[in-house]
């Protein structure tokens, strides 16, 4: 297996892996990719920029069978070593322990930048819908 940022050849994969494990509605016109491979792709996250040295964690997904065996975290810190700044993300209470361990503790949104929360009302994370939790955290 082989963790790579993901080209512009890699952009049909990315988009059949994710509508693949249900997520159909993945914007990849914005951000940077990063891929796990063992063939085909097996993991993958994506960071977006939404301010200078603020960047979102979004689409963090690793393909079912291939879960609990370090993929996610090796896929994570290639991406985390290679962007600089401050790094914000939603998550569901299962992920949450598996971002503590890559350093993220929970933010308050009134200490969130505002154009991450505008991401995340953009990508319908906030409001949160009812009946439903989410994360709120920070690295760096």
């Given at each position: 297996?082989f963790?790579?940022r993901a080209?512009r050849?890699?952009?049909?994969?990315?988009?059949?892996?994710?509508e693949?494990h249900g997520w159909?509605e993945v914007?990849?016109?914005?951000?940077?990719?990063?891929?796990?491979?063992d063939?085909?792709?097996v993991?993958a996250v994506?960071?977006?920029?939404?301010?200078?040295?603020t960047?979102v964690?979004?689409?963090?997904?690793?393909?079912?069978g291939r879960?609990?065996?370090g993929i996610g975290?090796?896929?994570m810190q290639?991406?985390m070593?290679?962007?600089g700044?401050?790094?914000?993300?939603?998550?569901?209470?299962?992920?949450?322990?598996f971002?503590r361990?890559?350093?993220f503790d929970?933010?308050d949104?009134?200490?969130a930048p505002?154009?991450?929360?505008?991401?995340w009302r953009?990508?319908?994370?906030?409001p949160?819908?009812?009946?439903h939790?989410?994360?709120?955290?920070?690295?760096r």
């Amino acid at each position: 297996m082989f963790i790579t940022r993901a080209s512009r050849h890699d952009k049909a994969d990315l988009q059949e892996f994710f509508e693949n494990h249900g997520w159909d509605e993945v914007d990849l016109s914005t951000g940077v990719a990063f891929v796990a491979r063992d063939g085909p792709i097996v993991g993958a996250v994506r960071f977006v920029e939404v301010a200078p040295q603020t960047v979102v964690v979004d689409n963090v997904m690793v393909g079912e069978g291939r879960r609990r065996k370090g993929i996610g975290t090796r896929v994570m810190q290639a991406a985390m070593n290679s962007r600089g700044g401050t790094l914000y993300l939603c998550c569901h209470v299962e992920a949450r322990e598996f971002y503590r361990r890559l350093g993220f503790d929970d933010v308050d949104l009134a200490d969130a930048p505002a154009e991450v929360v505008d991401y995340w009302r953009k990508v319908e994370d906030y409001p949160t819908p009812e009946g439903h939790v989410h994360y709120f955290m920070r690295a760096r």
